[in-house]
C-alpha cells in the first residue's frame, strides 16, 4: 500500500477485489513487472527482478529509502490512478497489485496478467507472518522461490541477530509514532509490522492499545498521556518536519508530557510502515542501532 491512500478508496478496492489468478513464470530471463505496491516492489528488487514500473515512484526515497531504484524504473502514477498508457507502454508480463487496487483489476488484466497479494489484510493475524507468506507466493510467481527463502532467512538471521545485541542493554518500552502535525501522530501497535518486529527483536510496545490490520492508529497529541510506564520513550519517524519540531518546543502540551523530558524522545529514519520484511529488516537494524549507541 502506498501511505496516503484514501481510506474509502481502500475499502472500496478490498470490496471489488476478486481472487488473484495464478501465474508461474517460466521464462529464462526475469519478467516484466509492474508494482502498484511499495511492499510487492521492495520484495520483488529483493528477489532479484527490478520491476520496470512502480506507482509513485517520486515518493519512494521518503517512505521506502532502500533498496534503491534503479534511474530507468518508469512512474506509473499513483495506486489508485494509474497511467494506463505508460502501463501498456512497458509491455508488462505481469502486474502485481493489493487487495485495495482492487477496483483497477479489470482494466489492468486487458494489459497483462494481474496477481493480487496482501499482507495487510482484514482476516486478523499479524501482518509479519503473512509477508513471509506473500514472500512465498511473490517468489514462486517470479520463478524465485530460492531466493524468497534466502531473504526470509536474511530477515530471520536479523531480527535473531538484533535481539541478541540487545539482550544485553536495558531497553525501555517504546512507543512508536510519525508526526501527522503539530498536534496528531500516528502511533504503531499491534498487529501492525512494527510491533512484530519489536516483538521478535525482544522489546514491548508501550502503547496500551491494539489498532485495525493497518497497525496504527492516528490520535491526538495528548493522547498519549495514555502511557503510564515512566520508563517509555517515544521513537518518531521519519519524515518530521522541521516545523513541527519548532512548534513542539513552544507546545505547553507538549512539555506536560513525560516524552518531553531529556533521553525520552528521539526522531529516528523512517521505515515503510505498510512494507514487507525489506522494511522489517531496515527498522530492526536502525532501531537496535539507536538503542545500542543511546543506551551502552
Known amino acids: 500500500m502506498i501511505p496516503n ?93 493489493t487487495p485495495f487496487g482492487g477496483m483497477l483489476t479489470a482494466r489492468l488484466e486487458q494489459i497483462a496478467p494481474v496477481l493480487t497479494l496482501g499482507a495487510y489484510t482484514a482476516d486478523g493475524g499479524d501482518v509479519l507472518p503473512k509477508a513471509v507468506v506473500v514472500t512465498r507466493q511473490l517468489g514462486k510467481a517470479l520463478g524465485r522461490t530460492q531466493e524468497a527463502e534466502a531473504l526470509i532467512d536474511r530477515a530471520e538471521a536479523l531480527f535473531a541477530g538484533c535481539r541478541a545485541r540487545l539482550a544485553a542493554l536495558d531497553v525501555p518500552p517504546l512507543v512508536l509514532a510519525t508526526f501527522m502535525d503539530q498536534r496528531h501522530v500516528q502511533v504503531y501497535s499491534a498487529p501492525g509490522l512494527f510491533t512484530n518486529v519489536l516483538d521478535r527483536i525482544g522489546i514491548k510496545n508501550a502503547w496500551p492499545r491494539t489498532s485495525s490490520f493497518w497497525g496504527f492508529e492516528t490520535v491526538p497529541l495528548e493522547r498519549l498521556a495514555r502511557v503510564t510506564d515512566p520508563r517509555a520513550k517515544l521513537i518518531a519517524l521519519e519524515p518530521f518536519a522541521t516545523d513541527i519540531g519548532q512548534s513542539l518546543d513552544r507546545s505547553g502540551l507538549w512539555h506536560a508530557l513525560p516524552f518531553a523530558r531529556p533521553g525520552q524522545f528521539a526522531v529516528l529514519p523512517g521505515s515503510l510502515m505498510f512494507g514487507m520484511l525489506n522494511d522489517a529488516m531496515r527498522f530492526a537494524r536502525i532501531l537496535t542501532a539507536h538503542l545500542e549507541e543511546t543506551l551502552s
Open 5 to 97: 491512500l484514501n481510506r474509502r478508496q481502500a475499502l472500496l478496492g478490498l470490496a471489488a477485489c476478486l481472487a488473484a489468478p495464478g501465474f508461474s513464470w517460466a521464462g529464462t530471463s526475469s519478467p516484466r513487472i509492474v508494482c502498484l505496491d511499495y511492499g510487492l516492489a521492495s520484495t520483488a528488487i529483493g528477489l532479484g527482478v527490478t520491476p520496470v514500473g512502480i506507482a509513485s515512484m517520486a515518493d519512494w526515497d521518503k517512505w521506502v529509502v532502500e533498496p534503491a531504484l534503479a534511474p530507468d524504473i518508469a512512474d506509473i502514477g499513483s495506486s489508485w490512478e494509474v497511467n494506463f498508457e505508460i502501463v501498456s507502454a512497458l509491455k508488462p508480463d505481469l502486474i502485481l497489485n
